[in-house]
């Protein structure tokens, strides 16, 4: 029995002291939290590091679609040559002889057509996985050099906080619904960011 009072004593103490610690502890008050938003859909859009990669992705696709048209066009008429053959095979060639005379320019026509749709299908295969990786590349570069320039204004501006408004949940609404006592910081990091 004379166990039970000593360790509620200690507990006692014990208790005392945690509650004295937590007084004493630094808390930041909610006032003191900084925080802002940036809108990142808006400082992309207008990063004008990212809009100079993008007019090169353009011209590079305008360089796809003239080579295309080019091969496009190449192939047509290969296709009005092969109906033109066909056509005064029919009218010329009455007698095996005469077909066979035909023949020879008939293959290397069929030839030149499926030269010319393999090279179609080549270019639109290489195009469309360089403009997949183009374009993974210019997000990727282009979002981390952004998360870098907010880091570092959070940091010199002494934000706790930085929120992406940007984003959208499954109501097509940004998650930040409300925050008392911010500012959108969008402007600050287009200025800093297109220095």
């Given at each position: 029995m004379?166990?039970?009072?000593t360790?509620l004593i200690?507990r006692?103490?014990?208790?005392?002291?945690?509650?004295?610690?937590?007084?004493?502890?630094?808390f930041?008050?909610?006032?003191?939290?900084r925080?802002a938003?940036?809108?990142?859909?808006k400082v992309?859009?207008?990063?004008?590091?990212?809009n100079?990669?993008?007019?090169?992705?353009i011209?590079k696709?305008e360089k796809?679609t003239?080579r295309?048209a080019?091969l496009?066009s190449?192939?047509a008429?290969?296709?009005?040559s092969?109906?033109?053959?066909?056509?005064k095979?029919?009218?010329e060639?009455k007698?095996e002889a005469d077909?066979?005379i035909y023949r020879d320019?008939?293959?290397?026509l069929?030839?030149?057509?499926?030269?010319?749709?393999?090279?179609?299908t080549e270019l639109?295969?290489?195009?469309?996985?360089?403009?997949?990786?183009?374009?993974?590349?210019?997000l990727?570069t282009?979002?981390s050099?952004?998360?870098t320039?907010?880091?570092q204004?959070?940091k010199d501006?002494?934000y706790?906080?930085?929120?992406?408004?940007?984003g959208r949940?499954?109501s097509?609404?940004?998650?930040?619904?409300?925050a008392?006592?911010?500012?959108d910081?969008?402007?600050?990091?287009l200025?800093?960011?297109?220095q």
């Amino acid at each position: 029995m004379n166990g039970m009072p000593t360790l509620l004593i200690h507990r006692f103490l014990n208790l005392t002291v945690f509650i004295f610690v937590l007084c004493m502890a630094p808390f930041t008050a909610t006032a003191d939290i900084r925080c802002a938003t940036v809108n990142i859909d808006k400082v992309f859009k207008n990063y004008s590091k990212a809009n100079e990669h993008k007019k090169a992705l353009i011209a590079k696709r305008e360089k796809y679609t003239q080579r295309l048209a080019t091969l496009t066009s190449r192939r047509a008429k290969v296709s009005e040559s092969m109906n033109e053959l066909r056509n005064k095979i029919k009218r010329e060639a009455k007698t095996e002889a005469d077909k066979e005379i035909y023949r020879d320019q008939a293959q290397k026509l069929h030839d030149q057509y499926k030269s010319l749709s393999q090279a179609i299908t080549e270019l639109d295969n290489l195009q469309l996985k360089q403009v997949k990786e183009n374009i993974r590349l210019l997000l990727h570069t282009s979002l981390s050099e952004i998360h870098t320039i907010v880091q570092q204004h959070a940091k010199d501006q002494q934000y706790d906080w930085i929120i992406d408004t940007s984003g959208r949940s499954s109501s097509t609404i940004s998650p930040l619904i409300y925050a008392r006592e911010t500012e959108d910081i969008t402007n600050d990091i287009l200025k800093r960011i297109n220095q």
